[in-house]
């Protein structure tokens, strides 16, 4: 059993025997003295993929998910179904795009770090590694007298993920992006 004030974002628990992730959560302090602090919780189904908002208090019990993690590699993409190989066991599995669409924009083909979510012999879900590297394609040119600390920017990247940058971030450089937050981190 896990608290609700120890959950973190990307987590997993078991809501009426299935497994769910914590896609978002935001923390209500109380006003009044000696009231509880709420947790506002969306978790999505791990099978279904639909969500579910869940408010409660930091000493709320949830259920640890039963699931199996392991290593796998992407490798390729043919008409909306992407494949993948367990790093382990080296067989191949395929899932369709709208099973993994939450981590479709840090995936390049033959990526490995990637994890393998497996329940009951099932993949449930692909997770990608905390950090990723890509390339910028498109960019609006860097201005004259542009600094680290200026403002931002908006920058696509190869795998169509359109990020805010520094302006002095240019078309080809090689950025990180944060997969939990979506963010720009730094140049890589």
Known sequence: MIRACDLKRGGFVELNGVPHQLDSMQVTNPS???????YHFRFRNLVTKQ??????????LYKEA??????????YEDQGVYSFMDQETYEQF???KGDIENVLPYLLPEMEDLKAII?????LA????QKVTLTVTQ?????????ATGRGKPATCETGLTV??????VIGERIIIETATGEFTGRA
């Open 119 to 123: 329940s009951d012999g099932k993949v």
């Open 164 to 169: 805010t940058v520094p302006e002095y971030i």
């Open 126 to 129: 692909i997770e990608p590694p």
């Open 94 to 96: 395929e899932l369709n």
């Open 32 to 38: 009044a003295r000696g009231a509880a602090t709420l």
């Open 51 to 60: 969500k579910i908002d869940q408010t409660v208090k930091g000493d709320d």
């Open 139 to 147: 960019c609006d040119p860097v201005m004259k007298g542009a600094s």
């Open 66 to 75: 039963n699931f199996e993690v392991r290593p796998t590699q992407f490798l």
